[in-house]
Structure formats: C-alpha cells, structure tokens
C-alpha cells in the first residue's frame, strides 16, 4: 500500500490504534494475566490497516472529517483482529504472519476464548466518542450487519469443504462478498453516517465498500495461487481452498465441453496432495488463468475510479487519494509477502 497515504494519515491511524485499546484499558486484568498478555499481543498486530484508511478515505471523499470515522475504523479493526484468530481454527493453520497461530502456540480454547474478548471491544470505541446518538446508532447498525454477514460468508466456504456445493454451485463471489467485503462495506457506508449523508449515498458508499473489498480478495487469490516458488505448491491448493483462479479455470472447461476435466479439478482440489496440485496448476497455465485474472483485477480496479470520481463530494485531493488506495490495492498483484508469512493479505 502507498507510504504517502499512510503518511498523510499517519495521526488520524494513531488514534485508531489508541481506539483500539479502550476496552482493554477499561477491565483491570488482576489474576488474568496470561489472558491480559494475548490480548495485548493480539492488539499490538499492525497489519496494513486497509480497512481503516479506507474508513478514513471515505470520510474525505464525502467531505465529512477523517476524525469522525476513527472510532468505527477501530471498531473494524478490532472485529477483524477477533476474527483472524476464528479464522485460522477454523482453517487449521499454522502461522499468522511470522508467528504460530494462537491456536497452535497455546491452544483452541485459549483462541476461541481471546476472539470472544477481543470481537467485544469492538464495541468501546464508541462508547465515549463524540458522536451524536443517531450517528452511533447508524453505525452500529453497520457493525452489527457486519457482525453477521462476515460469518456467514465464512460458513460457505466452510461449506465447501464439507460437501455442500459441487463445483457447479459454488457461490464464490458471494462469500467473498461476505466473508471480505463486508468490513469494507461497513465502514464505508459508516462513512457517510457520520459526514452526515443521506440514504442513497450511504447504499452507494456501501456498494463501494464490496467492491473494494472484492477486489482485495482477488488481488489475494492471485497472489497464493501464481506468486510462489516453482518448488513449492500454492497453500490455496494444499488446502484446498476454492478460490478465483479455481472458478476461472472450472468455468473455462465447462465452456469447452469439458466438464470431466472441470469434475478432475474438483474432486482433486477436495483431497488435495502435490500431484493433484501440480496437476491443476499445469492446467491453469495451459488456460492463462493467471493472465485473464490480472485482466479482471484492472478492470475491476477500473470500475471502482469511475464510481469513486462519481460519488466524491470532499476536492479532486481527497478523490486523488482514493483513486491512489484503489491502484495500490490492484497494485498488489505480484507483491511478494515476508518470509515466513502466512499466505493472506488479511
């Protein structure tokens, strides 16, 4: 992501981050004191903090003030940190980023139990910020929609693995919809609640917010399935995860009458081993998946400037900047993680 924009919002992120911790600051930890280290642990993640400079940017495009979307950016955050830690009990993972996963260095009910405290505080950044209580309710009824749609999201692909699709009916955009969209929806149309928009302009932010986050997750999928060393398998792949680069292929040998290959593909991708892998990845390469998943990425990046200069109200600065977050975002492709990092842009 471009350093200027974190740099032009380098205080309005600061005070995120102290947003973040007002729940914890509130509870005095007493004999809690492993529970108070995870949690801080947990807190102190920077990550790339997308979903909050996006909060901010939407704040600027509306022409409202990047300070009023501070406490539901951290909100968001705080919801996202909770549900990484969900997110890799329930995929069996090993790392996040650099590090075990929390499930791995203590244990599932320590996991499970540091997500419910830290999807909680979700909640205290509002509690003493300055808005008024029709902006709080109108943003938390955002969080709330998020609260639900991003496991629901979860549950489908979930789902997948447990044999509720075949590869016909996988309902692939809808659960990135969910499952990534819907944080960036969220504070999105959050935005326009506390620049003080009307209800159009709030569906119009939340529409914006899916496609960002959309985006994003293309973005990610390319990045697992084409970014890796000729020697190693895709983690996607080993997981057997069904992602874009999957649909695109399936969907390409369906419309080549070729539905047995497209059956091979899924049937290997729900027991994966290397051979298998290999085995769709030769496939992919021989149908440029790669190439025409870059092709949508910039066209879906594209799309979002054009909505972006529609819907701006706040300068050409404040549209600049969001059509730079849109770039680097597409700009990602390609972008190699840190050693030992887990395969996510999350």
């Known amino acids: 992501m ?3 924009l974190h740099d032009h919002f380098a205080d309005q992120l600061r005070g995120i981050d102290d947003r973040m911790r ?10 809690r004191d492993r529970m ?11 990550g790339k903090r997308l979903r909050s400079l996006f909060g901010l940017l939407c704040g600027e495009l509306l022409g409202g003030t ?15 940190a909770a549900s990484l830690v969900l997110d890799d009990v329930q995929d069996n993972a090993v790392f996040r980023d650099r590090d075990q996963a929390v499930h791995v260095s203590e244990n599932v009910s320590n996991a499970i139990n540091l997500a419910c405290i830290v999807r909680s505080f ?10 008024t209580l029709p902006e709080k ?17 979860q549950s489908m692909d979930i789902g997948w ?10 309902p692939y955009e809808e659960l990135i919809r969910l499952k990534t969209g819907a944080p960036f929806a969220c504070v999105a149309a959050g935005a326009a609640v506390t620049s003080g928009k009307d209800s159009g302009t709030r569906a119009e932010m939340e529409r914006l917010g899916y496609r960002v986050g959309m985006l994003y997750q293309l973005v990610d999928d390319y990045n697992d399935m084409f970014l890796h060393d000729d020697a190693a398998v895709p983690s996607d792949l080993t997981e057997g995860k069904f992602t874009r680069p999957v649909a695109i292929l399936i969907g390409l040998l369906c419309a080549a009458d070729r539905e047995d290959l497209a059956e091979q593909v899924a049937s ?4 994966p081993d290397d051979d298998g892998s290999r085995w769709i990845l030769d496939l992919m390469s021989a149908h440029a998946v790669a190439a025409r998943l870059e092709e949508e990425i910039r066209g879906s990046a594209a799309g979002i400037e054009r909505d972006v200069a529609a819907l701006s109200s706040g300068g050409r600065d404040a549209t600049d900047r969001m059509t730079e977050f849109v770039r680097s975002l597409a700009a990602m492709v390609g972008e190699r993680p840190h050693p030992g990092a887990a395969q996510s842009l999350s």
């Open 2 to 4: 471009s350093a200027g």
């Open 22 to 31: 007002a729940g914890f600051e509130f509870w005095p930890w007493g004999h």
């Open 36 to 46: 108070r280290v995870l949690v801080e642990r947990q807190l102190a993640r920077k």
């Open 66 to 80: 990047a300070e009023r979307t501070q406490p539901l950016a951290a909100a968001v955050e705080l919801y996202h």
């Open 122 to 131: 979700a909640h205290y950044p509002l509690h003493g910020c300055d808005l």
């Open 137 to 153: 309710d109108g943003v938390r009824r955002e969080l709330d929609l998020m609260a639900t749609l991003v496991p629901l999201g």
């Open 161 to 170: 693995h447990q044999g509720w699709y075949d590869y016909r009916s996988v």
């Open 268 to 271: 290997r991708l729900k027991e």
